[in-house]
Nanobody
Framework: VQLQASGGGLVQAGGSLRLSCAAS????????VGWFRQAPGKEREFVAV???????YYLDSVKGRFTISRDNAKNTVYLQMNNLKPEDTAVYYC???????????????????WGQGTLVTVSS
């Protein structure tokens, strides 16, 4: 199983980016895929998750600004990030797991597979 995250970059506050997480080696449509982020000196933090049913959950601070979606035909999950803020600066990781209960969706330790991370830098 491989996950490849891409789409990070440098953007001004208020700008937008779209991250992609391309998967291979697994029945993608059955997997829950999450995005996490880690800022320098901080713990890895849950950002958003999309289940195989396409039900989504978000970190409160990104609700209304970020949208997670999936294209099963392309084995890809996207994270559209709008109205970015300097506090969104972090390395963003995608992660996947074939079966997660509701209480584990926001727990990074519950995910079996991880992408390599993509850096998002938001300047003020």
């Amino acid at each position: 199983v491989q996950l490849q995250a891409s789409g990070g970059g440098l953007v001004q506050a208020g700008g937008s980016l779209r991250l992609s997480c391309a998967a291979s080696g697994m029945p993608f449509n059955r997997y829950t895929v999450g995005w996490f982020r880690q800022a320098p000196g901080k713990e890895r933090e849950f950002v958003a998750v999309i289940r195989s049913s396409s039900i989504t959950y978000y970190l409160d601070s990104v609700k209304g600004r970020f949208t997670i979606s999936r294209d099963n035909a392309k084995n890809t999950v996207y994270l559209q990030m709008n109205n970015l803020k300097p506090e969104d600066t972090a390395v963003y990781y995608c992660a996947a797991n074939g079966g997660l209960i509701l209480s584990s969706l926001r727990d990074a330790h519950a995910y079996d597979y991880w992408g390599q991370g993509t850096l998002v830098t938001v300047s003020s």
